[in-house]
């Protein structure tokens, strides 16, 4: 007959961590996660895999509501704010799956890098659209992701 051994003092187990510990270490992981490109690459993934699942990032659902309005293929579009040419995007799936073409306007340079390597089919034009009374050739900007 075999006896099971159990700790002594179980009460005195501590977790590694704690709950409020927990959130950070969840917030931090979900950062990295993002920053690595995460979402870009499950999206990848799904797709090579035959899903669409993840191919509508647009906010509130707005490609789905602008593909109702918009003939199926072959159209062009202008998108200003690219960001990465995926996060948020409204035109993503219509490059994508629809066969569409366009301009993506991104005025963060390593931002407009990053979409110009994920949206191959677009042309990825590095400027700040301004007012015309806006004076000068530059324009300061601060950046805090979306």
Same mark, same amino acid.
């Given at each position: 007959?075999r006896s #099971?051994a159990?700790?002594?003092h179980?009460s005195s187990?501590?977790?590694v961590v !704690?709950?409020?510990?927990? #959130?950070?270490?969840?917030? =931090?992981a979900r950062?990295?996660? @993002?920053l *690595? +490109? +995460?979402?870009w690459?499950r999206c %990848? /993934?799904y797709?090579r895999?035959g899903?669409?699942r993840?191919s509508?990032?647009a906010?509130f659902?707005?490609?789905?509501?602008l593909?109702?309005h918009?003939? !199926?293929?072959? %159209?062009?579009f202008?998108?200003?704010?690219? =960001?990465? !040419? @995926?996060?948020?995007?409204n035109?993503y799936?219509?490059?994508?799956h #629809?066969g569409?073409? !366009? /301009?993506l306007v991104e005025?963060i340079p390593?931002l *407009?890098? #990053?979409? *110009?390597?994920?949206?191959?089919?677009?042309?990825? /034009?590095n400027?700040?659209?301004v007012?015309d009374?806006h004076a +000068?050739?530059?324009?300061?900007m601060?950046?805090?992701d979306?």
């Open positions: 007959m #099971r159990t700790p002594a179980t187990l501590r977790p !704690g709950p409020s510990q927990l #959130r950070r270490v969840a917030w =931090h950062r990295l996660f @993002y *690595a +490109g +995460g979402p690459l %990848g /993934v797709e895999l899903s669409l993840y509508r990032p906010l659902d707005l490609d789905a509501v593909e109702r918009l003939p !199926g293929r072959g %159209g062009v202008v998108e200003a704010g690219a =960001h990465d !040419g @995926y996060t948020q995007s035109t799936y219509l490059e994508r #629809r569409w073409t !366009g /301009v005025a390593a *407009a890098r #990053r979409a *110009a390597r994920r949206r191959p089919r677009s042309r990825v /034009v400027c700040a659209l007012a009374d +000068g050739p530059t324009v300061t601060r950046f805090d979306l």
